[in-house]
């Protein structure tokens, strides 16, 4: 299993950017699909959540900015749309699944480069 993130950028504040993520391979299942940042010198934190169910979550820096969602055609695909970026969303972003393959495991996609100038 892969996870392949896209869409990453250089951008003004106020502008907007859709990061994606799809996964492939051998999948049976998928379950909550995540994106994570990490910001030069922090910790990776967890942005949003998209549960199997349909819920979502969001970090309070970027509720009402940021929404994940998965493709409506292709289950194995999640995007994150940015908006009203800020310098400080700037960071790596990865995605995350939770995926069955032969047991639940969790896959991470290798990072895409966010950059928000002032």
């Known amino acids: 299993v892969q996870l392949q993130a896209s869409g990453g950028g250089l951008v003004q504040a106020g502008g907007s950017l859709r990061l994606s993520c799809a996964a492939s391979g051998s999948i049976f299942a998928i379950g909550a699909m995540r994106w994570y940042r990490q910001a030069p010198g922090k910790q990776r934190e967890l942005v949003a959540t998209?549960?199997?169910?349909?819920?979502?979550?969001y970090a309070d820096s970027v509720q009402g900015r940021f929404t994940i969602s998965r493709d409506n055609a292709k289950n194995t695909v999640v995007y994150l749309q940015m908006n009203s970026l800020k310098p400080e969303d700037t960071a790596a972003y990865y995605c995350?699944?939770?995926?069955?393959?032969?047991?639940?495991?969790?896959?991470w996609g290798q990072g895409t480069l966010v950059t928000v100038s002032s």
């Open positions: 998209l549960t199997s169910g349909g819920t979502t979550n």
């Open positions: 995350n699944f939770r995926i069955l393959v032969m047991g639940w495991n969790d896959y």
